[in-house]
């Protein structure tokens, strides 16, 4: 059981959870955040489009992002939560299950669930292979670097809008 009730607690470290948990400790919020490293874009050889970051790596942006949390205050564990609870008007209750934190409980006024979510991808062999190098399922994202080549991607991107991101 945590010893201190947290303002928020974020679930999920992903870009959304750590922007959410960057600004709470700006706030000077005691934020705590799990990071469950199993980033929804793992597949992705460099993140298009994002203002001031174009090509960066998808874990290099995280790596960058933890860090701004931690170096503001906040406190970032590694744990996957398994269990949310409303204890109390103003109090949740988070219980870890697998990670490095095992089996414990933290508690907090506020919850923030920043958990993403999860591609279901073609069951084909070898489909992993290549998802983020030479197949791709959002326009948005990788659409103008294989524009030249006969890059296979999803059914939406093959519709007349195809300017509507499956991101
Ligand atoms: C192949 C691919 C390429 C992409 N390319 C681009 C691109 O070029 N440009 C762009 O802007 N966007 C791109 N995207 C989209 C981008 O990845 C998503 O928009 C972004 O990751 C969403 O961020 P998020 O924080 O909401 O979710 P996520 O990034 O999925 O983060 C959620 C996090 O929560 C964690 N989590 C989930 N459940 C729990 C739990 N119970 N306990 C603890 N942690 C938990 C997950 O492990 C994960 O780390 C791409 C996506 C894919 C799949």
Excluded: W
């Amino acid at each position: 059981m945590s010893e201190q009730i947290y303002d928020c607690i974020v679930v999920g470290a992903g870009p959304a959870g750590l922007s959410a948990s960057l600004f709470l400790a700006r706030y000077r919020r005691r934020v705590l955040t799990f990071h469950h490293n199993s980033p929804r874009n793992i597949y992705s050889h460099g993140v298009h489009g994002f203002l001031g970051h174009h090509g960066i790596m998808p874990t290099e942006l995280l790596e960058r992002g933890r860090k701004e949390v931690t170096d503001h205050g906040g406190l970032i564990v590694e744990g996957c939560v398994t269990k949310v609870e409303r204890i109390a008007d103003d109090l949740f209750r988070v219980s870890t299950g697998d990670g490095k934190i095992v089996g414990q409980s933290f508690e907090a006024h506020r919850l923030i669930l920043a958990t993403g979510l999860r591609d279901l991808t073609p069951d084909c062999p070898g489909f992993t292979d290549f998802y983020g190098l030479s197949v791709h399922h959002c326009p948005d994202c990788d659409g103008f670097e294989v524009r030249t080549s006969a890059s296979p991607c999803s059914d939406t991107a093959k519709r007349p809008s195809a300017s509507r991101s499956t991101c």
